[in-house]
């Protein structure tokens, strides 16, 4: 054959300028395994593995030689196979810029606006804004808002992230210019006075901005890296026919159509790769195995796109990139009518996956995967598009992509030895309109629920229909179209009859089983009308231009419209330090988090990039895949026999008596061996010598299990079965509710559901355990928030002293409590590997295993009964509230208790009885999660103030706060609110938020929008600030000072984004009057700080501040004599002085919390919490009242945080906090199916808030004025208080719903539980479309999920 001639089986690629070229190349690994595993580039992280989280973003380059240009693209490097890079070049974050040289612009203005926090997502980040310069120097926000749709991040709440890059945009630079846009006068801003220049604070002081955009280094393009030119003059490797050959997989890069045909004709069998999008996702979590892969993207006719008379030709394997481009351009080029078809495509590529997917993905594969979710396959089959098919021995054929073309689930009627080569679209006429939507839980790179295309002929210049097209995706195995629909109503025309007529014929050929996958039934029914009727609206939109008689309602056009787009406002409002403090006091500024740039070059190092110790093994996990089942057997002897793998480590190498665990009670086991109460427990682990081969082994050992019942999957079952941990585990009662009921005018009775959610820290939790050679001495490298409570369990498991397990944390890519305990389900098996094999141990969780096997927040049923006057002041509530634990306690009564106590929110609540229940369920044990029940606890206060508002038809503003706590006021576990500010931040947050003009704009809005509406909420938050245990509240520090004069700070607190290390520096600067610059922190080690307590609470800055503090008063206490004696002199000279008159230069500190702490359970008596954090938040939404969409306009919070010790680092805790808990009540949704399987393991399918989700004003404003007695500075705690603002969206959302249930004449009162997703609010916004539709008799079919 002629490729033989030019065959090669060698990759050869460059990385960051550097040529590499690799004779061992296995085909099954991807990008993301050889730069960190073979070329030890760990700054691009790993965080899903399955391209949803963008935290391993790199820029691939490629010379066009058609158009002579370098093309570069954001790639996902985890989906990106490797063999897939041959003649390309790689560039990652190290690539660009680093502290040792020089920081790339990218990578200096994230980490100085205060972009990164914990920092793992942010080469990921880097990277995209990066390839987004270098493929424009001067990108638009939109340009901005379309790079990020790919990346997550957990911590920053994004707004400050935009903010910082938003100076590289062309608006950006036209204010900074004073150009006029569109002659407008003023400062040179077509925003006017809302110009972000005057919103943003750059008009401001220096002082008074969080940061300086002055400060920034100029962006000069001209300095970038050059494309290497050995790839630019040769086409050596675009000609190469590559032939690479793995263990198990072949990768073939054919370079002409001929050999691709002939491949497939040999190969009937094998996948045709372009982006791997769809291939990688199949192979890594379905575990399925391709021998063959060929790649078609070097083949001409494969991704050429052109035109002809008739079209577009797209080459089956031209990414959604180049299509995107190539059809925006015919939309520029030809008339309207002509490309109505293109831009519905164009249009529903914004919500097509994030920018790394769509840089690689083709379309060809879209159609050939056949998802029953396809964006694609609706649009191109209600316009019956024509697809080339073509095989070695009989040439092509064409096909119609009808309702025919998927024969069956991910299956099409292509023959295994054809290819797909070329996709039709052909142009429409004015009389042929196409219309296209899309509905997911989240608006950016998610996949949908439900989407659809309308396709209508018209007969010449009328409205009678000649054809008409529907295709639905999401409702069946496969995408759908309605052949009732198109016989029916052709040669109707197109009015509310044939629309009514629409729907009936849409509901036949349209049905779904309330059991059906995917769930939300009676949601996706209403969908389908719902999105018709937008198509409708849309199209009498068009025609009512030229036919008279058409009209629709200017209100209905609201039906069509999109979000109005945002203008990322925001504004930072804090106490300036005084002009006369001293420069290098550090304390109160919003300094930059210490580790910033760090975490903006990839320098930063996260557990697993670790570098490898001498012998380290890998551990990866066996777990049950069982709910509730015995096990019958445990087969390893295949998995022993692969090479690599040493061994499997499981109850056997324990002394039974110690395969225990568990932080309050040791009800779990280290190894699972008889009984299994959950999936996700560890049953077993294989060690072996790599990652890919321990895991591929862990899969082949096999378990024999016997089913056991019943299997307690959600509240209602563990209430019916009976099933508590404790009934009731507390209760709390003061005063008499009876009475009270019995003597108010009224009492009201409720209930409500929170959904669970994930802690989705971006690094999953990962270890590395090292035996050491002497004396049993182990290091242990943790991503823990609790390093000393580690090393005591291991010390105890192992039955070692404590004093010989160092454990070491330097930094936790996102904590939110789920590595508090949770840490200890791989460390403590990693050592009892380690210790058994004398060898290092590393063990690092995928996405769906963290998800699977750790647990998250507990969901909350909570039952009500409220008694209120007529003004609504609640005078007594009685109150059940009952968590879902999963299969353990771990820490599920103090989240009950914290709950408890945290109720009643920001309301006084006189009389209370509170009744709380621990159920045990066979889900993952749930642990603590920011704020550790709290916010779910606080929701149904705020739903009784609801359900008051609707019964006295009252605004829930005037009953909030008529309720609020007032100073003096005291708590029903008798703590008294003193200093309270409360009532100070809600006057401020409605000012400052507008609130009472916005609720006239809302309600102007809604009564001039049918489809839309817009809602209001104003929400406190009040939050006993503490640890239930009063010998928590303890901390040290070991500050040691050398005879340079730097200082190296030890102390307990684990940097895991929140700044507790910056803080911390900033306090030793304070105290010992000297710069930032002259202090260093290293890890947090239990050998330099023992019995430190657990990261958590919010109380890290306040105890180990305090901790910090002393001791370095101490030396200061000492260098006082030396600064007295030379005044004039310097910190080193004191400090050498005093190191020859033999002084100690090294301290401890050591603080215990006030002595009045600690609240007795039994006698009600003591300090529950050592004070309170206050806050509240004004935000303001619309809702799409047809799909269920929402948009945030606006969000003020306004927090009183004492004196801030960082005003930049708190900002960024409320903002990141605000959209944790905007997550957790309106995004984020764990789905268990009735045997208690979580479908939601990973980014796919699990939705935190992305980009596009930041509000479009979000403004935070620190109380001035305010001052805390009882902790470190006068500061307050931050980490957690603010979480429960999110839940503002909600209520804004649900006051939104109300107006569209007044409009359809339905009652204000309605239940919404939390999340609130488009599924509930869609279904709450009752209408003539959903009450088509009939909820199923419970017990007549079997839910494909339940609510847990
Ligand atoms: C994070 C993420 C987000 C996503 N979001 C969306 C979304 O919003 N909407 C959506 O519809 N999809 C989405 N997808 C799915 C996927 O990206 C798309 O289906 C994409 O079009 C796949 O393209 P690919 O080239 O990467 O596929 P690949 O994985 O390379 O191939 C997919 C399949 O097509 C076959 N194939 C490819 N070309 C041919 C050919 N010429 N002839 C015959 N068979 C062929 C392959 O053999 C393989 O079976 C998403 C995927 C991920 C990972
Ligand atoms: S690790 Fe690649 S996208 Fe998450
Ligand atoms: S800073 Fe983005 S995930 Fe932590």
Redesign the pocket.
Known sequence: MDHMKNTSSVLVFFVNGKKVVDHQIDPEWTLLFYLRNKLRLCGTKSGCG???CGACTVMVSKYDRTNKKIIHLPV?AC?APICSMHGLAVTTVEGIGSTRTKLHPVQERIAKSHGTQCGFCTPGIVMSMYTLLRNSSKPTMKDLEVAFQ?NLCRCTGYRPIMEGYKTFTEEWELIQNGNRLNGEQGNGCAMGDKCCKLQNGTTKDPEEVLFNRNEFTPYDSSQEPIFPPELKISDQYDKQYLVIKGKTVTWFRPVNLEQLLQLKKQFPD?????????????VKFKQMVYPVIIQ?VLIPE?VAITNSEKGVRIG??A??TDIETYLKNEINRLPEEKTRIFKSIVDMLI????K??RS??????????G?P?????PILMANEVTLELQSRDNGKREVLLDGNFISGYRTTI?KPE????AIYIPYTNSDRYCYAY?Q?KRRE????IVNAAVNVTFEPKTDIISDINVAFGGMSYKTVTSPKARSQLKGLSWNRYTLELAFTHLQQDLPLDPGAPGGMYLYRKSLTLSLFFKAFLAISADLQKYIPHIKIDKRELSGITSFEPKEYKSAQYFTVVPKTQEKSDALQRPIIHKSAYKHATGEAIFCDDIPFFENELYLAFVTSTKSHAKILSVDTTEALAMQGVHYFVSAKDLDPGKNCMGYVERDEKIFYTDIVTSQGQIIGGIVASDEITARKAARKVRIEYEDLYPVIVTIADAIKHNSFFKNPDKVIVKGDVEKAFHETPHVLEGECHISGQEHFYLETQSVVVVPKKEDQEMEIYSATQCPSQLAEAVAQLLGIQQNKIVVKTKRVGGGFGGKETKCFLLALPAAVAAVKLNRPIRCVLERDEDIVMTGGRHPFLIKYKVAFNNDGKILGAHTKFYNNCGYSIDVSSLVLEHAMTHFQNSYNIPVIRLEGYTCKTNLPSNTAFRATGCPQAMFSAENMLQDISDYLNKDPVTLSELNLYREGDTTFYNQKHTNCTLQKCWNECLHSSRYLEKRKEVDTFNRENRYKKRGLSVIPTTYGVGFPLPHLHQAGALVLVYTDGSVLLNHGGVEMGQGVQTKMLQVASRCLEIPIEKIHTVDVSTDKVPNSTATAASVSSDLNGMAVLQACNTIKERLKPYKEANPEGTWEEWVKKAYFDRVSLSSTGYYKDWDDFGYNWDTGEGRMYNYYTYGVACCEVEIDTLTGDHQVHSVDIVMDLGESLNPAIDVGQIEGAFMQGYGLFVLEELIYSPDGTNYSRG??TYKIPGFGNIPGEFNVSLLKGSSNSRAVYSSKAIGEPPLFLGSSVAFAIRDAIKAARKENGHSPGFKLDSPATPARIRLACQDNITSKFQEAEPGTFTPWNVLV
């Not at 094998?270 to 199949?282: F, H, I, Q």
């Not at 979710?373 to 396959?377: E, G, H, N, P």
């Not at 054809?418 to 080569?421: G, Q, T, V, W």
């Open positions: 399955e391209g949803g996902n989906l790919g094998a996948k045709l790769v372009v982006g791997n999008t769809e291939v990688g996702v199949e078609p494969m089956a394997s990414t959604f919500w097509f996956s994030g790394q997917i690689v993905g083709a379309l060809g594969s879209n159609i050939m995967t998802s979710i396809s964006d694609m396959l292509v054809e290819i797909l080569s899309k997911a790179d998610d996949i949908a980014p796919g």
